[in-house]
Every structure is written in structure tokens, then in C-alpha cells.
């Protein structure tokens, strides 16, 4: 079968949505004729993806405007014999929704309650299909590995470790986790270089003791090895993809997670195990404290462990054969 996803392939793959596609790809790429285009690039590379000529055109890039909508609706019938899938990790406003009707694709992968509502309402097609994480890359260590990759950081071993990664925004709810850092926490936050920092919020961690890194880290594994706890503490929709990777990628490491019921994270795991969902700011002083008197019994890798890549790719495979079959008739009853 041959594949053409469009998506966010430019730069380092340490945002969301871009991690999503890089891992679609990388997976997918060892089975079957893969074609990637970067977004911005799409027009450049129209007539290369006629000449591939794929069975399956794969958009994933948010939607953040109808405009993906556009894009993918004159692609699909420029490549006719094409079927077109959509991802929506993270929708964006999506003004003019009533063109959507008009334009939606052969299939809609979602995430949420919410999304998949929302799509079923403007006539698409759809299916429940969640981000995924490399669980090998993201993984259990030694107790002793953590002392040392401390070390190599520069974090104080005696220290509370509290990580949260992702973009340095005010919407990121992050003035929660300067209020963490004291007594004998150290609260770590790591950046994105794929989308600008806001200085004042970055200003203000800093001055809190919080240590906050804006470069890229291709092993970002060794930071959440190293670190206690993980804390998600996001609420505003549109700042983050409805299953957060991060929250998966501390889960695999099997770090105890406190986080906020964000997006589709509530659709697909249950509290309990290390896993912590918060609705007040109390309820995380009270989960670090269950943490650090281990008064939980951690198992939060066992939890994500059926949302590896390698599984997810197995059921993708499954939906691009359906859909080629037939797009009328190949997913009644999914």
C-alpha cells in the first residue's frame, strides 16, 4: 500500500502534533511505500504526489482552520483514485464550520468525546484512533541509573524531582508549578524550540528556582528518567493535543503522573495505580504528598503499555485496508 502523509516534518520533532506525524511515519515507512510533505510545502510537492500516486492520503496536522479541509479535499481529487484520512489531534476553532459538510474526507480519526461529536454533527465519518508512545525508547531504569543521569544534568540528587515538558506558555497553566518549587522540590520544565517561549512566563519560573531548558534533547527519555513525578496541569484546549504525549511518555517510564482531565486523557485511562487526576489545585499538593510517603503503588507503565506505537500501527493498518475496500460500505458498524 502506498502512504502520503501530510504533516509537520520540519525541525526537531519535540512538539505534539510533529511528534505524531514523525512516529506515523517512522512505523509505517517499515511495512509500505511511504511518501512524508511538510505542511508548508504541500503546494511545491502537488505534482510528486500525483506522479506517487498513493492508495491513502493521511493529513495530520491539527485541524487548526477549515483551510486543512481545503487542502485535503483538492488533494484527494487531484489524486483520484485515493482515499482521504484525517487526523485531529488537536482541532483548532475552526471557523466556517459549515463548509466542513462539504469538504470532509473519507474518514476522521479522533480523540475526545467532544471532537468526535463535533465531526459526527458536521457529517463525517469517523473513528476513535489515540496518539501512542515508543515504549522502548520510554522505559523503566535503575535506581542507580537515576543518580547518575542527575548528575549529569546538574539536578540535586537529594531533590523532589517535579517535570512537566511542553511549550512555555501562559495558557499551559504553568504558575502552578512555580508554586512547587520549594521546601525540597526541584521543578524542571522542558521547552519546545518548535514554538517561541513567552519570556514573562519564562522570567518568572526562573526567578522561582525552577529549572527550565529550551533546547532540544534528542534522549528526553533521561529526563523523565531522572525526575520523581511528572505534572500536567493544562486546562485550555487549544494549547495541547487532546492525549498529550508527554503524559504517555512519563507514563511509560512509569513515573507516577498528576494531571488535569485534559482532552481524551479521561476516554482512555482510569485514575488509580500513580495515575493522578486533578480538578483543584489542592488535589496536587495532596497527590505529591500520596508520592513522596509512597503510599501508592506506581504501575502507570502497565496502563499505557497498549497505546505503543507498534499496536496502534497494527489497528492504522487495519482502517487504511477497510477504508480502500470500499468507502461506502468498508466501516458501517466501526
Not at 502506498?2 to 525541525?11: D, E, N
Not at 542507580?144 to 523532589?160: A, S
Not at 517535579?162 to 499551559?172: A, D, E, Q, W, Y
Request: aromatic share 10%; glycine share 4%; net charge positive.
Amino acid at each position: 500500500m502506498k502512504i502520503c502523509f501530510i504533516g509537520h516534518y520540519s525541525g526537531n520533532p519535540d512538539e505534539g502534533v510533529k511528534k505524531v506525524s514523525f512516529y506515523l511515519y517512522r512505523e509505517l515507512v517499515k511495512s509500505h511505500e511511504v511518501m512524508s510533505v511538510d505542511i508548508r510545502s504541500v503546494v511545491k510537492h502537488w505534482k510528486a504526489i500525483k506522479e506517487f500516486n498513493p492508495d491513502i492520503i493521511h493529513f495530520v496536522v491539527g485541524p487548526s482552520t477549515v483551510i486543512s479541509f481545503v487542502i485535503l479535499k483538492l488533494l484527494s481529487s487531484y489524486c483520484r483514485s485515493s482515499k482521504a484520512i484525517m487526523s485531529a489531534p488537536q482541532p483548532g476553532y475552526l471557523h466556517l464550520k459549515r463548509l466542513i459538510p462539504l469538504l470532509k474526507p473519507d474518514l476522521m480519526l479522533v480523540q475526545s468525546h467532544k471532537s468526535e461529536k463535533l465531526f459526527q454533527h458536521l457529517g463525517c465519518r469517523t473513528r476513535f484512533f489515540p496518539n501512542g508512545v515508543d515504549t522502548k525508547k520510554f522505559s523503566l531504569i535503575k535506581s542507580r541509573k537515576k543518580i547518575e543521569l542527575r548528575e549529569k544534568y546538574g539536578v540535586d540528587t537529594e531533590k523532589f524531582v517535579i517535570l512537566h515538558v511542553g511549550h512555555i506558555k501562559t495558557r499551559r497553566n504553568l504558575h502552578l508549578l512555580q508554586q512547587l518549587q520549594k521546601d525540597d522540590n526541584q521543578v524542571i520544565i522542558i521547552g519546545s524550540t518548535s514554538t517561541p517561549i513567552e519570556k514573562k512566563v519564562y522570567k518568572h519560573l526562573r526567578e522561582k528556582g525552577c529549572l527550565v531548558w529550551t533546547n532540544y534533547f534528542k534522549n528526553i527519555e533521561e529526563i523523565y528518567n531522572l525526575s520523581d513525578c511528572y505534572i500536567f496541569p493544562t486546562i485550555d484546549k487549544f494549547s495541547c493535543i487532546e492525549i498529550p504525549l508527554s503524559v504517555l511518555e512519563a507514563m511509560a517510564c512509569n513515573l507516577p503522573v498528576i494531571t488535569t482531565k485534559f482532552g481524551a486523557l479521561p476516554r482512555v485511562f482510569d485514575a488509580g495505580d500513580g495515575l493522578f487526576f486533578v480538578e483543584r489545585e489542592k488535589d496536587i499538593y495532596d497527590a505529591i504528598e500520596i508520592i513522596k510517603n509512597k503510599d501508592v503503588n506506581i504501575k502507570t507503565r502497565k496502563k499505557v503499555l497498549p497505546f505503543s506505537w507498534e499496536k496502534l500501527i497494527k489497528e492504522l493498518k487495519r482502517i487504511y485496508k477497510e477504508i480502500t475496500i470500499s468507502t461506502q460500505g468498508a466501516l458501517a458498524g466501526l
